[in-house]
């Protein structure tokens, strides 16, 4: 399946427009800006080149069966033996508390701005 080019481009367009008000507004940073268009794909479909250093090794991605692998790991805290297991899920029970509030916060917010703006 192809890419359409008119759509790329009308894309590509909205967000540097977007940009560019965040940066007259002063909520975006010259260099976040210039950052964020260096990772935007060209107009005629080619991805960016640039790739952001904190993403260039490929590790920054939750990956089950790599976990599932250190859990087998008697040395590794996701092991259920390690002396530090119950520290390492604690963490992450916190970590996935956390994104349930925050996703019920946000939720419950956006729902109460839309109630609000169509009584308007």
Do not use: C
């Amino acid at each position: 399946m192809g890419y359409d080019p008119a759509g790329i481009t009308r894309s590509v367009n909205a967000i540097q427009n977007e940009l560019q008000y965040l940066a007259s507004q002063g909520a975006l940073a010259p260099p976040q800006q210039q950052s964020i268009q260096a990772q935007l794909p060209r107009t005629d479909g080619q991805p960016a080149q640039y790739i952001d250093p904190r993403y260039a090794g490929g590790n920054q991605t939750f990956n089950p069966a790599l976990i599932a692998q250190q859990a087998q790991d008697p040395n590794n805290p996701a092991h259920p033996n390690n002396p530090k297991h119950h520290e390492w899920a604690s963490k992450l029970a916190h970590k996935f508390g956390n994104a349930a509030v925050y996703g019920a916060g946000a939720t419950f917010g956006a729902d109460l701005v839309n109630d609000v703006m169509r009584k308007f």
